[in-house]
């Protein structure tokens, strides 16, 4: 389990990026969903953003007949929407999309030109008024996370969503230890590089098949294991393939031994100096 503010929460959630885009695929998709949390995944994160509310409407009819306690939703707001009146539209907006009374954890998708106390302020205020649960950013970066940290109210902050995958390890350099240091999590996404559809051949990496294969896993579960081997990040992969969604759950039985590490070390270095944080 990975502890996010007071919840214990199974470490693999579900990624909605481009569902509910696309009518045809859309039972598939709910099925999915469905299976997912009928299987012990408790997070679901989607965002405003995500087909304009397509996202937010699919996971709505996915859920609508779940019970909402053992559910963790997680949508995002557009930076452009983080003053208000919009703020509080958009919130609104997301609850009527998704069918419910409360977010679990409302995040700033990325950076806005808006001031962040005064987002923080609002976002404060639907926590009393149990709108949300919890509040978090996502794609910041040390310095943005130092700056929040000074802000009134900005150690409420209860997580940061960023890019974290073998071959994408920047964050290890200061980001992530400090955060640990905060007892902030990190949310991993596109943990399995999505799918290496961008053309990085992650699934060729003779390493990882030969971990995979001791493991009788995939490259992709081992990707997984890899993102959560230290209890304190969690991992959202997005499917919408109920075996690919089992495979995801079953990532969490996998313990990767020290040896393992240092092998995937070899191949994916951790980094010796800062870099830029990855963002898709
Ligand atoms: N905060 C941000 O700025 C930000 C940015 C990007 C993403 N995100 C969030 O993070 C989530 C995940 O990231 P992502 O969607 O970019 O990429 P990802 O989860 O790394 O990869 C998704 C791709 O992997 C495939 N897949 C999933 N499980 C698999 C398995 N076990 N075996 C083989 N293929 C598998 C999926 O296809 P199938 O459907 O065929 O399984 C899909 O094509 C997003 O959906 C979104 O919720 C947030």
């Not at 991992?235 to 590490?261: G, V």
Request: hydrophobic share 40%.
């Amino acid at each position: 389990m990975v502890q996010l503010g007071k919840e214990d929460l199974f470490p693999i959630g579900m990624g909605t990026w481009h569902m509910g885009d696309s009518p045809s695929k859309r039972n598939q998709e709910i099925e999915a969903l469905r299976y997912g949390l009928e299987n012990g995944i408790e997070v679901i994160d989607t965002a405003e953003m995500y087909g304009e509310g397509n996202s937010e409407a699919l996971i709505g009819e996915a859920i609508q007949d779940v019970k909402r306690e053992g559910m963790y939703l997680i949508s995002k707001f557009y930076p452009f929407h983080a003053q208000e009146p919009e703020l509080e539209r958009a919130l609104e907006h997301s609850l009527q999309l998704l069918g419910t009374d409360y977010l679990d954890l409302y995040l700033l998708h990325w950076k806005s030109s808006t001031p962040l106390e005064e987002t923080i302020q609002s976002l404060e205020r639907y926590v009393k008024d149990g709108r949300i649960r919890s509040w978090g950013v996502s794609n910041f970066d040390i310095k943005d996370m130092k700056e929040m940290w000074k802000i009134v109210g900005g150690k409420n902050c209860a997580a940061n969503q960023v890019l974290y995958n073998v071959a994408s390890r920047g964050i290890e350099y200061d980001l992530l230890p400090w955060q640990r240091k905060k007892s902030l999590p990190v949310i991993a996404y596109s943990p399995i590089a999505q799918g290496d559809t961008r053309g990085d051949n992650i699934i060729d990496n003779n390493v990882l098949q030969e971990i995979a294969n001791q493991h009788h896993a995939t490259v992709f579960q081992i990707m997984l294991a890899w993102t959560i081997r230290h209890g304190d990040v969690l991992s959202i992969p997005q499917s919408s393939d109920k075996k690919h969604i089992q495979e995801n759950i079953d990532a969490t039985s996998i313990q990767l031994s020290e040896e393992e590490m240092q092998l995937i070390d070899a191949e994916f270095p951790a980094p010796i100096r800062k870099m830029p944080l990855d963002i898709i």
